[in-house]
């Protein structure tokens, strides 16, 4: 799997080749690219399509600094510009969402159309502080295994933790949450919860854009995607039923058809 030093990270990205347009998608705190295989299978025959990793997460190496969502952007336009993939579309995550917000604000040039899935433009709520600092604190010095089955039920709706039919399915994305690197997962969750809103920045938006947001997201609920799709001229907003937080996972199809409907504009 190739890695590139970009903005003082070491990133891990997949990239399918091919001649079509360029898909870049961009994951969410404690996941990796993995989470859009389901994804990447769809449209990789039509389109060249490209996962990457945010700096200490995943594959991609622990830094000492850089996990604000600012230099989280600037490391998403550095591999845009490395890989030659402008303009692109580009498809964000909770984490991944904030960097396609702030990258089709004041990068336009960089992104074709953008997908916003289960993210928001709001800082983070401060009642979410206390609760996510202690989880941080007990993966930080205990490990990630720690509070995995309290992560879960954020990460995840209630349908999909309740289905005996994808039981392999959470055991397989709960080893990866707890496989994540201690520190720089950590360091991620920091950026996150410290993050300033960008609601300022919606305006300015003026390319396709679909909103996606899964009915059962506790992580996201749907009134700040509503939110983001008044703010933003021309915008679609789409409800994933049946969906938590983890949208491309849990509700793959109904992702998939937003997708194509907002990178087909």
Not at 145 to 151: D, F, L, Q, S, Y
Not at 184 to 197: F, K, L, P, S, Y
Not at 214 to 231: F, Y
Not at 234 to 254: C, K, M, N, W, Y
Request: one cysteine or more.
């Amino acid at each position: 799997m190739p890695h590139v030093d970009l903005n003082g990270a070491h990133m891990h990205y997949t990239d399918t080749g091919g001649d079509g347009e360029h898909i870049l998608f961009s994951h969410g705190l404690l996941m990796s690219g993995e989470m859009f295989e389901a994804q990447v299978a769809h449209f990789r025959d039509r389109y060249r399509c490209i996962t990457f990793d945010h700096r200490g997460q995943g594959r991609s190496g622990v830094t000492p600094d850089g996990y604000d969502i600012d230099t989280l952007t600037e490391d998403a336009a550095a591999l845009i510009k490395h890989l030659g993939l402008a303009p692109c579309h580009f498809v964000g995550l909770s984490m991944g969402g904030f960097v396609g917000l702030r990258l089709a604000a004041r990068s336009p040039d960089l992104l074709r159309t953008l997908t916003l899935l289960d993210t928001s433009a709001d800082p983070e709520p401060e009642e979410n502080g206390p609760r996510y600092r202690m989880l941080n604190i007990v993966a930080r010095w205990i490990g990630l295994w720690a509070v995995i089955g309290r992560v879960m039920p954020i990460m995840f709706g209630q349908t999909f933790l309740n289905d005996a039919s994808r039981a392999n399915e959470r055991k397989k994305w709960a080893k990866a949450i707890a496989g994540n690197n201690r520190i720089g997962i950590t360091r991620a969750v920091i950026g996150v919860i410290e993050r300033d809103g960008c609601t300022d920045l919606l305006g300015q938006i003026d390319i396709p854009v679909g909103i996606g947001v899964g009915d059962e997201d506790v992580a996201t609920v749907i009134e700040k995607s509503e939110r983001m799709h008044a703010a933003i001229d021309g915008s679609e907003l789409d409800v994933f039923r049946g969906a938590g937080h983890s949208s491309t996972i849990e509700t793959p199809d109904q992702v998939i058809d937003l997708i194509e409907r907002t990178i087909s504009r």
